[in-house]
């Protein structure tokens, strides 16, 4: 309004200018030439096609490759054929945009990787590009994660829904983890069933392995005693006996816990569904509390060595005299 001139670069040295991306098959080109100038050495050159982003074409300040850095989701990879590195132009609601993929991931909070996907930009970065392009009209943001410290989540949790009220819905993990805690039919039902289940699994497989050891005592003394009247020492006897029920034991303890972890994926998949039939996101993650399983083999396994130390000194101490006449 001043009429004064303003110089924002005069082209001379490096070229710090990229153009707006206009068409994912061909883009617009911007470069320095020496042929043609206006008092210098050099002047930008600025070649351009039928192809407008959103009306918009020309070119912009820049860093770099001016490319948009994004993370993308597996699903979104798959379809575009893109991978990590890979340059593309996309298009969002406000214009065509020049990313980078910089990593790949399988979710990410509120956004379902099924069908094209998703990827997920630094908001800063992508709004001040998509609105350079309209300045008229800004974009904005309709969804945002704040994250606060855990003696402060839910005082902040209470005044963002206090700004918010009925223009928006606001979730906090504190307050949904708190009312399942404060569920007594819940919590209480998860714990007791959790005590039923320890009891019962160390009562079943300690009878189980007691009543086989019992069988094989009966189905065996006679075996045994034979060995022994042929020369197997104690030691030998006691290692034998060892090495076959403990090798029984930890067979059995590991299929149990690869049944046991198939048959939890089995039971969660069943019920991982929505009211609508759809699928649960993020999806179940099953853990081990390792501090209830760890005591848990503990006590199983002081009950089979237990068990074997019984029938090992039944073994080594047998009277081979009276066994041969029961024998005979």
């Not at 990313?99 to 970065?125: A, H, K, S, W």
């Amino acid at each position: 309004s001043t009429g004064e001139e303003v110089l924002l670069d005069d082209f001379e040295n490096n070229l710090d200018w990229i153009p707006l991306a206009t068409s994912a098959i061909r883009s617009d080109e911007l470069a320095l030439v020496s042929d043609v100038v206006h008092d210098g050495e050099s002047a930008a050159w600025f070649s351009f096609g039928k192809e407008t982003n959103r009306g918009t074409r020309g070119f912009r300040r820049a860093s770099g490759n001016g490319r948009i850095p994004v993370i993308a989701s597996s699903s979104f990879a798959r379809a575009a054929g893109a991978s990590r590195g890979s340059v593309l132009i996309v298009g969002v609601s406000a214009g065509l945009v020049p990313i980078e993929v910089v990593d790949v991931v399988e979710y990410f909070p509120t956004m379902d990787p099924i069908g094209g996907g998703f990827l997920i930009f630094d908001l800063p970065t992508l709004l001040s590009y998509v609105n350079g392009l309209n300045p008229i009209a800004e974009a904005g943001v309709n969804e945002f994660f704040l994250s606060a410290d855990d003696d402060d989540g839910l005082k902040v949790f209470r005044q963002v829904s206090a700004l918010v009220r009925n223009q928006g819905h606001v979730t906090g993990a504190q307050p949904e983890l708190e009312a399942l805690e404060q569920n007594p039919l819940i919590t209480a039902g998860w714990r007791a069933m959790v005590i039923a289940a320890m009891l019962i699994i160390v009562f079943t497989a300690g009878l189980g392995y007691v009543v086989y050891l019992l069988a094989f005592t009966d189905r065996s003394i006679g075996e045994m005693g034979a060995l022994r009247s042929l020369g197997l020492s104690s030691k030998q006897t006691a290692g034998l006996i060892g090495l076959e029920h403990l090798m029984v034991a930890f067979i059995g303890l590991g299929i149990g816990t690869w049944a046991g972890f198939q048959m939890s994926r089995m039971m969660v998949s069943a019920v991982t569904l929505t009211d609508s039939g759809g699928r649960v996101l993020p999806p179940f993650v099953l853990t081990t509390d390792w501090t209830i399983m760890g005591p848990l083999y503990g006590v199983l396994l002081l009950i089979f060595v237990g068990a074997l130390y019984s029938l090992g000194r039944r073994m080594i101490h047998l009277d081979l005299h009276r066994l041969s006449r029961f024998e005979g």
